[in-house]
């Protein structure tokens, strides 16, 4: 059975509805091939017809060619912005939790004790990693 739903958004609202929108489908589909659609790509493509419908064309716009529907250029890159930031955040939170873990993960701890421990060295590489980048992060060569 399919529902129909009816909403009223106001113009900030709209805004955030087709953002969320954009990086839902980022999300879901950077990982796959690029002939590949994600599992949101029904719904993207249903919002972005209603706002094209409803002349809500600042963000989104009809292919003549495909009959589908995807967000402007300038969309694109004002999204692609806030992605960028998460991304640059994620990397370097990642980077201090994941080489905590392996170092612990060398270490015989308990349970508690590692979890705290893990706790305390991704804080001492936050603040490596805050004063000096990856500058002195290295692999070491086993050959």
Not at 9 to 32: F, N, V
Not at 93 to 105: F, G, I, Y
Request: hydrophobic residues 35%; contains cysteine.
């Amino acid at each position: 059975m399919k529902k129909i739903i009816s909403i009223e958004l106001s113009d900030d609202q709209c805004e955030k509805l087709i953002a969320s929108i954009y990086m839902a489908g980022w999300i879901t589909t950077a990982h796959l091939e690029d002939d590949e659609s994600g599992p949101f790509n029904d719904l993207e493509q249903t919002i972005l017809e209603q706002f094209t419908r409803q002349g809500l064309t600042e963000h989104t716009v009809l292919n003549e060619a495909t009959g589908g529907y995807s967000f402007t250029e300038k969309a694109s890159e004002e999204f692609d912005k806030i992605l960028e930031e998460y991304d640059d955040v994620t990397f370097w939170e990642e980077l201090s939790t994941r080489l905590a873990e392996r170092d612990v993960n060398l270490m015989k701890l308990s349970g508690s004790e590692k979890a705290e421990k893990i706790m305390l060295l991704a804080d001492k590489y936050d603040l490596e990693l805050e004063k000096n980048g990856l500058k002195n992060v290295f692999i070491k060569n086993k050959q």
